[in-house]
């Protein structure tokens, strides 16, 4: 720190590490974490495992180094901070610089940062496999161009020592010796250029047997064609013309901003590789708008001079407004463009298929078959082996895959380097630089999907004098955005238009489904929720949904999870209003909303089995249950559906069904609590009680005033608190009493306690006591006592205060509640400490502490540590006292608790030295 290298012993915390680096900025989810540091045999608690290590990171880079996000943890640098993400976005921008020199120079800096074997050390081997390819090969590609740009500015003797080295690294990049091969010629060492390609020659043949690709053996043939020192030319030897007719050029235009994609770009260039032999079918596949057409006509000019028989291109309209191309037809268009006369086509597919592939045979020709709807319309265009086949497509054609073997490249949305670098060909880079939270915005409106951006590119070049800012404002509307997104003179570049053609291509039932998840408010869907919504089984939702992950309109980020693309989750829920009747739709909500309060039941016997539920009766939902494994497979599932389940509290309230509303708010407050999710806590609790008060059900208020309390004792809000909280009190009273009567109780004592009305605190937590017992209502006797002792603490009758604490203690622990116990014992520690027994309160104190670090409940932690440091500081020792304080602090601000400020103060007002420094 400070400047000086900080050295990481752990591999573990070298992987986690590089992991949070190569995403400086941005979140990074358990899931990915895990990934990087584990690979595929994570440990059983892997959240808990990703706390020690980051832990152990703060330690060595300070505590604001990683922060912590509600999905995962965040290295809080910049980009340019990292190396690896400095050099690819010099390298980026170099390509995007017209001018030569400024452009060399930057490629120079680029390649200055270069160490050797990138990620060497980090102890990730999936970190490895991910990243060190893509690395390397734009390395390769950088240190390609910086050398075709020093052409003829350096000496050549230079440029053939750079290309000796890279050639002995990389031995089988035939790009490296054909810029060897030619400034060997070039220069006059005509020899040793022949020796080059005889060297490479028998490496490709040992390693790989194969022949090395045209344009080697182009330059083969005019060095032996040449005299000595010649330069050679670009006349093609003629060794590999296709024997049939003219050489058809048929690939549309290039994209001419043609913008990211590097990783997709390498992969592709990974499939052919040096010295492969340059056939066989690569399938690039992704939803409507995704860019699947730009990327496969780019890559395909980047290798078409790898393939002297030519290249083929037909738009099969698979999903188009226009009729599919007939088989017959693609067939007849391939033969004709190859040198068939017309009076000699076949007159059948088989034939005509079979003609194809004699004449293409040995050719190798390349074939571009876009938009295509399924395996059955691109099996018999396949050319056979030795010529290479890419195919588009909005369907995953998994048969192409799976029994003629084809690789795939899947589509996903643009990230934010990539949505700049194609906004900067329409806005420039002036425009983007001077809103880059406008950029950003931007960005998520159109859910990265490149024909989205592309339009609202257009749009700002268009109304060059509007901010971006101005056109963000216009797509926030989600009822208008689509409107936005589009060109009413080209259907091609309408958004709606495109993604009604995958629309219509479904079978009724699944585009049922479809238009029936544009209800669900979630980012994603699991199956029990779609079955819900189709209001069919798991094993016949399991089918619909896979029709729709294999049309590319829903993604499958793992096996169990769902999710829409932002901008068809739109569409989506305009089909469900326009195509969808009202009864079916609130038929379906009711579904999901029930399967959803039945879930969260069956996930509370794992997260809060104490919780209050004997007067909550179910609507009864047919199926299986999820089945949770363990604790923290729940913690899990309410993570992922955290906003679904806070919006259908208020859809449930809006769509007038206040006790599905005031039930789903209570049983979630066991996640928000342990979550703390005090936001969240507090909107679903006050939509509960407007519900529940709209609808005068007595009972449903006492539920929904007691949760709408606690989440505000939770934010330590006590007059808020209180009236929610008395107006529970007054339903009780209203109704005779219920089994809710007791926790309404204890929580004003809680209240009172807050407001430092200690008196008052007391009288409600010993009549709460006095009617749990009298009801036998166990958890209630045990959370009433901690009250009790708490109010003593704040009556200064500390020995009475400890006894209370300690009766909690032995409660919680007959009824198994650890981290009830453990705030029990931290309670018998303050008071101990009050009563000036320091060597009790300090063992009570610290066994409490490990209990609570256990189980990684860091918010009960605070009090504990506050209670030690005061401990300490009493009995002479600041510095440690200093530093539990210090932790205590470091805890209230990850969580945000409002206890921070009373921490700092304590730690005012110790000595300077006694002070820990700050990391």
Not at 29 to 57: C, D, F, H, K, N
Not at 446 to 458: D, I, N, Q, S, V
Not at 522 to 543: F, K, Q
Not at 594 to 610: F, M, S
């Amino acid at each position: 720190m400070n400047g000086s290298p900080v050295v990481v012993t752990s591999s573990r915390q070298r992987a986690l590490l590089a992991t949070l680096a190569l995403s400086a900025g941005r979140l990074v989810s358990i899931e990915t974490l895990a990934r990087g540091v584990w690979g595929e045999a994570p440990p059983e608690r892997i959240r808990g495992s990703l706390q020690t290590y980051v832990m152990r990171l703060r330690r060595l880079y300070g505590e604001e180094t990683v922060a912590t996000e509600p999905d995962g943890y965040r290295l809080v640098a910049e980009p340019a901070d990292v190396d690896a993400l400095r050099f690819l976005g010099l390298v980026d921008t170099a390509m995007e610089t017209a001018e030569p020199d400024r452009r060399r120079a930057i490629l120079g800096s680029a390649l200055a940062l270069w160490r050797g074997a990138p990620l060497e050390g980090a102890g990730s081997p999936a970190l490895a496999a991910e990243w060190v390819p893509l690395l390397t090969e734009r390395y390769l590609f950088a240190a390609e161009q910086r050398i075709d740009l020093d052409s003829r500015l350096v000496p050549d003797a230079r440029l053939v020592a750079e290309l000796t080295e890279l050639v002995t690294q990389h031995p089988l990049r035939e790009s490296l010796w054909a810029r060897l091969v030619r400034i060997l010629a070039r220069s006059g060492r005509r020899a040793e250029a022949l020796a080059g390609y005889a060297r490479l020659r028998e490496l490709l043949a040992d390693e790989l047997g194969v022949e090395p690709g045209e344009e080697l053996r182009r330059l083969h043939a005019e060095l032996l064609a040449a005299g000595e020192g010649s330069l050679p030319g670009n006349e093609s030897a003629g060794a590999d013309r296709p024997r049939h007719g003219a050489v058809p050029r048929q690939l549309p235009f290039d994209v001419a901003s043609f913008a990211g994609r590097d990783a997709e770009l390498a992969a592709l260039d990974g499939f052919l590789g040096a010295g492969r032999e340059d056939g066989g079918i690569v399938v690039i596949e992704g939803t409507a708008g995704v860019g699947k057409t730009s990327l496969a006509v780019h890559w395909s000019h980047r290798v078409a001079d790898r393939f002297p028989g030519g290249q083929l291109f037909l738009d099969l309209r698979g999903h188009s407004a226009e009729t599919p191309v007939t088989l017959q037809a693609a067939l007849a268009g391939f033969l004709r463009a190859v040198g068939v006369s017309p009076e000699s086509l076949p007159s059948t597919v088989e034939e005509r298929s079979a003609l194809l592939r004699s004449r293409l045979a040995g050719s190798r020709t390349l074939l571009l078959l876009d938009n295509a709807r399924d395996a059955e319309q691109v099996r018999p265009l396949l050319p056979g082996p030795g010529n290479l086949v890419v195919v588009t497509s909005r369907n995953q054609l998994r048969g192409l895959v799976a029994r003629a073997g084809a690789r795939r490249i899947a589509l996903g949305s643009f990230g934010h380097r990539d949505t700049v670098a194609l906004l900067a060909g329409s806005v420039g880079r002036a425009r983007l630089d001077a809103e880059p939270l406008a950029v950003a915005e931007l960005a998520e409106l159109c859910g990265g999907l490149p024909l989205a951006l592309a339009l609202a590119g257009e749009r700002a070049s268009r109304f060059s004098g509007m901010s971006l800012a101005g056109i963000v404002d216009e797509l926030r509307d989600q009822r208008l955005r689509l409107d936005a997104l589009r060109d009413p003179q080209d259907a091609g570049t309408d958004l709606r238009a495109a993604f009604s053609w995958s629309y219509k291509a479904l079978r009724p039932a699944a585009a049922r489904l479809f238009r029936l998840l544009g209800l669900h408010p979630g980012l994603t869907v699991s199956l029990h929720s779609a079955a819900a919504l189709a209001g069919t089984g798991l094993r016949e939702a399991r089918d619909l949904v896979d029709q729709l992950a294999a049309a590319h309109l829903l993604n499958q980020p793992r096996a169990d999870r769902y999710q829409f693309h932002d901008l068809l989750r739109v569409y989506a829920a305009e089909l469900v209003e326009a195509e969808t009747p009202e009864e079916e739709r609130t038929s379906a909500l009711r579904r999901l909303l029930d399967r959803y309060l039945a879930t969260v039941a069956e996930a509370n016997e794992l997260v809060r089995p104490d919780l209050l539920t004997e007067d909550i009766e179910l609507e009864p939902v047919g199926g299986e249950g999820v089945g949770f494994v363990d604790h923290e497979d729940t913690i899990a599932w309410y993570t992922a559906e955290r906003q679904a389940l806070v919006a259908l509290v208020e859809i449930a309230a809006r769509h007038g069904w206040p006790a599905r509303a005031w039930k789903l708010a209570w049983l979630l407050r066991g996640f928000f609590a342990e979550r703390h999710d005090r936001e969240e806590w507090i909107a679903t609790g006050q939509t509960a009680v407007e519900a529940a008060r709209a609808a005068k059900d007595r009972l449903g208020l006492q539920y929904a005033a007691n949760n709408l309390g606690s989440a505000y004792l939770r934010a330590l809000q006590a007059d808020k608190a209180l009236e929610a909280l008395e107006e529970g009190k007054k339903a009780s009273e209203e109704t005779g009493g219920s089994a809710l009567t007791v926790a309404i109780l204890s929580n004003l004592s809680g209240a009172y306690f807050v407001r430092a009305e200690y008196t008052d605190a007391e009288q409600y937590a010993l009549e709460a006591v006095r009617l749990a017992r009298e009801r036998g209502q166990r958890t209630f006797v045990s959370h009433a006592l901690l009250n009790v002792s708490a109010a003593r603490i704040g009556l200064r009758d500390f020995d009475h205060a400890a006894e209370a604490a300690m009766a909690a203690f032995d409660a919680f622990t007959e009824l198994s509640d650890r981290y009830h116990a453990a705030l029990s014992l931290g309670n018998a520690a303050e008071a101990l400490e009050g009563a000036g027994r320091y060597v009790e309160a300090e063992v009570h104190g610290l066994r409490a502490l490990a209990e609570l670090r256990e189980l990684n409940a860091d918010y009960g932690t605070i009090d504990v540590l506050i209670t030690l440091g005061r401990i300490r500081h009493s009995t002479g020792r600041g510095a440690e006292a200093g530093r539990h304080w210090a932790e205590a602090l470091a805890v209230c601000q990850r969580l945000g608790d409002p206890r921070a400020g009373d921490i700092e103060a304590l730690l005012a007002t110790l000595p300077a030295g006694e002070r820990p420094t700050p990391p």
